[in-house]
């Protein structure tokens, strides 16, 4: 069984559609991350929780530490955030590592 | 705003060759990452470096890797012989510290080996 698990894999959207990404993990963990890689490889840092919800701009993450899971919401999508999103997390059971979910490709068509 | 560089972006040596690829982390942060992504594959954590020493490491980081941290700026990762099967992209990371820190990933270098 993954320790990070992400869904959906794909997901194409049209541009303005509100979009939800979902990340369950197996865990206790001390923090989630969620991180956006476009095509060219680079990985940006979104949000890093371990409670409730942050918001910036666009972008909301909540996570639920009893159920065990995230979500990464875009609103008003737009075709620039089309990338790879990915959950990771860090456990005390995985030391100070991050764990990294397979990753969610976002495609947003104008 | 302080960011993690690397170095070079990208790299092809021949099977059998030693690389070292190369990193500026944020200068005030104290803990260093190496993960790796084979292309198509999820990220995987190689090593955490802290006070001069590694600190964690995975089942992948075998003795073929090695990494150090040699003029107080850079950290380096260095494969000793490189196989067809390390060919990926090597992100380096930086935190100020550990638990509930943000790790500040660089751009990463794409490693070919052929």
């Known amino acids: 069984k993954n320790e990070v698990e992400q869904s959906p894999q794909n997901l194409t959207a049209q541009e303005g559609e509100f979009i939800t990404i979902n990340c369950s993990y197996s865990v206790g963990i001390s923090a989630l991350h969620w991180l956006q890689q476009h095509p060219g490889g680079g990985i940006v840092s979104l949000f890093m929780l371990s409670s409730g919800k942050k918001k910036h701009g666009r972008l909301i993450a909540t996570i639920n530490i009893q159920e065990k899971h995230s979500s990464l919401h875009i609103t008003a999508s737009h075709p620039r955030d089309s990338a790879v999103y990915i959950c990771a997390v860090k456990s005390v059971e995985y030391g100070n590592k991050l764990v990294f979910g397979a990753g969610t490709i976002l495609r947003v068509k104008s | 705003e302080p960011e993690v560089t690397q170095t070079p972006s990208h790299q092809v040596t021949q099977m059998g060759q030693e690389v070292i690829l190369r990193c500026v982390p944020i200068s005030n942060h104290l803990y260093f990452y190496w993960y790796r992504q084979i292309l198509g594959q999820k990220v995987e954590f190689l090593v955490s470096f802290y006070n001069n020493e590694i600190s964690e490491k995975s089942e992948i980081f075998d003795d073929q890797f090695s990494v150090e941290r040699p003029d107080g700026s850079n950290f380096t990762l260095k494969i000793r012989s490189t196989k067809l099967e390390d060919s990926a992209m090597y992100f380096c990371?930086?935190?100020?510290?550990?638990?509930?820190?943000?790790?500040?990933f660089g751009p990463g270098t794409r490693l070919t080996v052929t």
């Open positions: 990371a930086s935190s100020e510290g550990q638990g509930f820190y943000e790790q500040y």
